[in-house]
């Protein structure tokens, strides 16, 4: 098996290139005009560069989250100080390079889903070999969207319910050349494979075209940012969950965005990543919001390459599981690495959306680590939950859990933890 290189053997900031967010009062006209602004000043100061090197536009992504405006782009150092002393400007931080949180093994046969319906560990018996799921929970109606490097969307066990939605970097195509955004998304819904067997999938492609190309945290908001607005286009953000296996230097830029997503109805789930570090220290791990999953193997030992810590809240299985591959509309193959686990909580998180009687990213956790097995997880778990993500019971007859309310007041992000208001799920870190 071939290791993962880790993100801290990578680069980590994009020189030149800043992620902005604006305060909670500005609306488009504001957005516009200061974008306008900014533009007018860089093409002004960047009259002499060789015109090969200068970009068509200085602000190349613009953010529309619910309560949550920005954008992103490359500036000189004399216009990035007039954007952080602007009157409508809340945070300025440099943009980093992302990667997929994975590890590769071949021609390994997969053991994850028979583990979700298995009390315990797995033994040699034909039990052992089965997945035991609720037909009434299948992910029907449910739609993830798998912010990676592209969906092979013609492989036949996607059964049509694969789709493209957006393709963020420049100059990159409807093709996932890597196949990690595949294999992602055989987990969570394709016919063999899948956790949520009926789940409708959307590739939302933040990688360049090639494989192992790193891609830029400013991109992975963009693409939630589309996620958000298709959901809320199509009337069923509630229903909808995305999934990001990927990772990162830490970055508030990026884990406010998830909460903001997570504010207008989303469901989203996080690899851990693949550092055996703190999952704290990187994005989108460390987003309080988000559902932040670390990976385990077949004998029910915690994975020696996932990052740990309190921010954790669920464990799944990720070590040499077999999903689908982009080499043929047939072929499989076997990843390990947070990449892998994560997928089962998203495909689990379309289950239980599935019947509409849960309907908030609270509700989703809650009834989540409520179905979790607890205590089998052996080796050094570091302040990691002891809870591993088990299949909804087939008798189960899904209601809300009881909880207190999740309104939020409205106010500026609160950039130290990364949330708005009163708070969220994890804040007491």
Not at 87 to 114: F, M, R
Not at 131 to 148: K, L, P, Q, S
Request: glycine letters at 10%; charged letters at 25%.
């Amino acid at each position: 098996m071939s290791e993962a290189r880790t993100n801290s053997e990578r680069p980590t900031i994009i020189p030149g290139r800043y992620i902005v967010f604006l305060k909670h009062y500005v609306h488009e006209p504001i957005q516009m005009s200061h974008i306008s602004s900014v533009e007018t000043r860089c093409a002004g100061r960047c009259h002499s560069m060789d015109e090969s090197e200068r970009p068509a536009k200085f602000v190349d992504t613009t953010i529309e989250l619910p309560g949550l405006r920005g954008y992103a782009g490359v500036f000189d150092d004399k216009t990035l100080e007039e954007i952080k002393s602007s009157h409508v400007v809340s945070h300025v931080e440099p943009d980093q390079y992302v990667y997929p949180c994975k590890v590769t093994q071949e021609n390994v046969p997969s053991w994850g889903l028979a583990r979700l319906s298995h009390q315990g560990p797995l033994g040699s018996d034909e039990a052992s070999k089965q997945y035991v799921y609720n037909e009434d929970a299948d992910g029907h109606g449910t739609t993830a969207y798998v912010i990676d490097t592209g969906i092979y969307v013609e492989h036949e066990d996607f059964e049509g319910r694969a789709r493209w939605g957006i393709v963020v970097p420049k100059n990159a195509t409807k093709k996932d050349f890597d196949g990690h955004g595949t294999h992602v998304a055989g987990t969570i819904g394709s016919k063999t494979y899948g956790v949520a067997k009926k789940a409708n999938l959307v590739a939302v492609k933040i990688f360049p075209d090639g494989a192992g190309q790193g891609g830029s945290m400013s991109d992975i908001i963009k693409g939630l940012d589309w996620a958000v607005r298709d959901a809320q286009e199509r009337g069923d953000i509630h229903k909808c969950v995305a999934n990001m296996s990927i990772g990162g230097g830490r970055m508030n830029a990026v884990n406010v965005a998830i909460a903001a997503a997570v504010k207008a109805g989303m469901t989203v789930c996080v690899a851990a990543g693949n550092e055996s570090t703190d999952a704290l220290n990187t994005s989108p791990a460390s987003a309080p919001e988000a559902i932040t999953v670390g990976s385990t193997d077949k004998n029910d030992g915690f994975s020696t390459y996932s990052n740990y810590g309190r921010i954790l809240d669920i464990l799944a299985p990720g070590r040499a599981i077999v999903s689908c591959s982009n080499k043929g509309p047939r072929e499989s193959v076997a990843l390990s690495g947070t990449s892998m686990a994560t997928p089962h909580v998203t495909g689990m998180a379309c289950s239980i959306l599935t019947d509409g009687k849960i309907k908030t990213p609270a509700d989703v956790i809650r009834k989540m680590l409520d179905i979790g097995e607890d205590g089998s997880i052996t080796g050094a778990l570091n302040s990691s939950p002891n809870r591993l993500l088990k299949q909804i019971p087939a008798q189960d007859t899904q209601q809300p859990p009881t909880a207190g309310g999740d309104d939020e007041e409205e106010g500026e992000w609160d950039w130290l933890l990364c949330t708005k208001g009163k708070g969220s799920k994890k804040t007491d870190l």
